[in-house]
């Protein structure tokens, strides 16, 4: 029982859970110490299970360090000053309906649980997350502020509801009721969540209450339910994940990856490939690659954007076109931004070709940022470029006079630029 929440899953919190996992891992006393003490920078609390520990030990090398890194802090230059909340989620919550968000036009985002399964290191939601104990709710009042919203807002065809991750702990039944709760609202056709516990705890979705109510989602026309699974690394994608995915997928639902490409975990050639490769072996669908937002308290998992983006596409030569898919994306504020190339080449970038994945709406957007460079998904921004020193888009925007977040979280107007088109 950890702050009210249940869990089946034996998981290792604190300084005791620590040192525990320490012992399972195998760390010498010199890198518990060095571990410790980053551990200390960081703004997230620790916490792992034990079963995902277990699955650390059991790899070799580089991928037991690599998947270290995700629970642990790892060493390394800290290249600038990050910020909380580098996704806006705060900035976009209305006061009466906070745990609802409309950033973009289809989907409504329904925060349910500020608690997470795992407590990934460098996570954008850290300002959330590490004050988990606090606002546990009940999730049908939550539901039924979510459907009212939807009816009075037709146009809205799907939800994504998050946390944290309330389906990794969230007893079936609420689930159950959460799910065809939002699904029964005439113009949702899709349901979608994000978690962790494929990769933490995978016997999660092996419940055969929770299997069957997403069989009989598949047999209602026009409704589907799909999981982004936050696998970050090959190998947590282990002989359980696979039970796990393979059972979804048998009762209708649809699995995609969207792993974060972070410093010391992934962003190597090798781990991006063999990720990518995995995931096509086991059905999932390639979805995002989105390089690591800039979080306060953990810049070391920074990597430049045209570092990422040589790296992925590296990989991505390495990989037959199914498996390449997943598109590569900076993440922000004002929205998804797809990377799309550098000029004259990815090894001398001097111009960064970048166009919307997907804007927030306009009512969100800076004026003159809407004014000084186009918002549609079809435009084509081509912005000077630093190499290796802008490691996100505050960095592209302020370096090309645009409006940008600063450290503290403001947005800041910036000067006009002649380098904008
Ligand atoms: S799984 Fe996602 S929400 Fe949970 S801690 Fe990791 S990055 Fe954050």
């Excluded at 608690?115 to 988990?132: D, G, L, P, S, T």
């Excluded at 502020?145 to 939807?150: D, G, K, N, S, T």
């Excluded at 029964?184 to 995978?202: C, E, G, M, W």
């Excluded at 589907?224 to 994608?237: A, K, M, R, T, W």
Aim: proline letters at 5%; aromatic letters at 10%; one cysteine or more.
């Amino acid at each position: 029982m950890t702050g009210g929440i249940t869990l089946s899953v034996k998981v290792l919190m604190g300084k005791k859970g620590f040192e525990e996992f320490a012992t399972i891992v195998g760390f010498t006393e010199a890198e518990k110490e060095e571990r410790g003490a980053l551990l200390e920078q960081s703004y997230m609390p620790f916490k792992v299970t034990r079963y995902y520990a277990e699955l650390i030990a059991s790899q070799s090398e580089p991928y037991r360090t690599q998947m270290i890194n995700i629970v642990l802090p790892p060493p390394g230059v800290k290249p600038y000053k990050g910020r909380f909340d580098p996704y806006g989620n705060k900035s976009y919550r209305q006061d009466e309906t906070a745990f609802l968000q409309h950033k973009y036009k289809k989907t409504l985002l329904l925060h349910i649980d500020d608690f997470c399964i795992a407590n990934c290191q460098f996570c954008y939601k850290v300002n959330e997350i590490r004050h988990e104990d606090i606002g546990y709710t009940n999730i049908m009042d939550k539901a039924e502020r979510a459907v009212q919203y939807l009816e009075a807002h037709p146009y809205i065809d799907n939800v994504l509801f998050t946390g944290g991750d309330p389906a990794s702990f969230r007893k079936t039944s609420d689930l159950i009721k959460l799910i065809s709760t939002l699904l029964s609202v005439k113009s949702i056709r899709l349901v979608r969540f994000a978690t962790k516990a494929l990769a933490y705890d995978p016997a999660r979705f092996l419940d055969g209450e929770l299997l069957a109510f997403f069989d009989q989602v598949r047999q209602t026309p026009g409704k589907q339910v799909s999981v982004i699974s936050q696998f970050n690394h090959p190998g947590e994608i282990s002989d359980v994940s696979i039970q796990a995915t393979q059972a979804l997928l048998s009762v209708g639902v649809q699995i995609r990856g969207q792993p974060a490409i972070i410093r010391g975990v992934n962003d190597s050639v090798e781990t991006l490939i063999d990720l990518q490769r995995k995931f096509l072996d086991n059905r999932i669908i390639s979805y995002y690659l989105t390089v690591f937002m800039p979080v306060r308290g953990v810049e070391q998992y920074a990597i430049p954007l045209d570092e990422a983006f040589r790296n992925v596409a590296e990989s991505k030569r390495n990989l037959g076109g199914l498996e390449k898919k997943g598109v590569l994306l900076t993440s922000h504020d004002f929205g998804k931004l797809e990377i799309c190339g550098f000029y004259p080449t990815a090894e001398r970038p001097e111009k960064i070709v970048l166009k919307w994945h997907q804007a927030v709406g306009p009512d969100y957007l800076p004026e003159r940022l809407k004014e000084l460079i186009p918002t549609r998904s079809e435009d084509l921004m081509i912005l000077d470029y630093k190499q290796g020193e802008m490691y996100c888009l505050d960095h592209v925007f302020e370096h090309n006079g645009l409006p940008y977040v600063n450290a503290d979280g403001e947005i800041v107007e910036n000067l006009p630029s002649e380098a904008v088109r």
